[in-house]
């Protein structure tokens, strides 16, 4: 198994630009989640979706856009980036239910001029 | 907001050493979990201890969960320079099951 896989590693970008994240899995997880990491700061929840067609936002949420038309996709889309939203960006996922551990994509390393 | 704190933010020792790091939290928990950053790298799961455990063992970890105190530590038994890494706890709350919030993390450095 590959795990959990994203794409791009590292994007440079202008503000006022849109992009796509793409993260993907295949371990038939149901949960599938972004967080984003800035300096000094630990991991920060942005959308979560717990299935196919199913999301619900996380601790901050504003400037994305999440999507889940499959199990193994997870695609995070930043509609007009600004320059705080630089950070590096981790996907994970789970299998559903309590006291699941939660695997880690590599991360992408995004910064916005 | 972060639900997690680490203290200390930063430790350094020397191999051999043991390493404890702390971590409180604001609200009540179904878990606590431990996870490992190399610089540059995505999280890596360390152990899992559940609101109704008090210790919890995993090779040279060993976690231990005060739930009245908010409060849990992780302690890495005679470190290794490979140990060197940040290190932060997460809590997945009863109400969002499989949402993880996380703290700021410790930075462990350990000298050869």
């Known amino acids: 198994n590959a795990g959990v896989t994203q794409t791009p590693k590292f994007q440079v970008l202008k503000t006022g630009q849109s992009m796509t994240l793409q993260c993907a899995q295949d371990?038939?997880?149901?949960?599938m989640s972004w967080y984003r990491q800035d300096p000094g700061m630990g991991l920060r929840l942005i959308h979560y979706?717990?299935?196919?067609?199913?999301?619900d936002q996380g601790e901050v949420p504003n400037g994305y856009n999440v999507s889940r038309s499959t199990t193994e996709d997870f695609p995070l889309r930043l509609l007009s980036a600004a320059p705080s939203q630089t950070s590096v960006y981790f996907c994970?996922?789970?299998?559903?239910?309590?006291?699941?551990?939660?695997?880690f994509g590599p991360g992408t390393r995004l910064l916005v001029l | 907001s972060q639900q997690g704190e680490e203290d200390p933010q930063a430790l350094s020792i020397q191999e051999g050493e043991n390493a404890t790091m702390n971590c409180s939290y604001k609200?009540?928990?179904?878990?606590l979990q431990w996870y490992r950053q190399n610089s540059g790298r995505g999280l890596v799961h360390l152990i899992l201890?559940?609101?109704?455990?008090r210790e919890k063992h995993s090779g040279r970890l060993r976690v231990t969960l005060d739930t009245s105190k908010k409060s849990s530590s992780l302690l890495i038994t005679a470190s290794r320079a490979a140990d060197t890494a940040s290190y932060f706890c997460?809590?997945?709350?009863?109400?969002?099951?499989?949402?993880?919030?996380f703290g700021r993390g410790t930075q462990l450095t350990v000298w050869p």
């Open positions: 997460a809590t997945e709350r009863g109400s969002t099951l499989g949402r993880l919030y």
């Open positions: 609200t009540s928990i179904n878990n």
């Open positions: 994970a996922s789970s299998l559903q239910g309590e006291e699941e551990t939660q695997y």
């Open positions: 371990m038939n997880h149901e949960y």
């Open positions: 979706s717990v299935g196919a067609g199913i999301t």
């Open positions: 201890i559940r609101s109704n455990e």
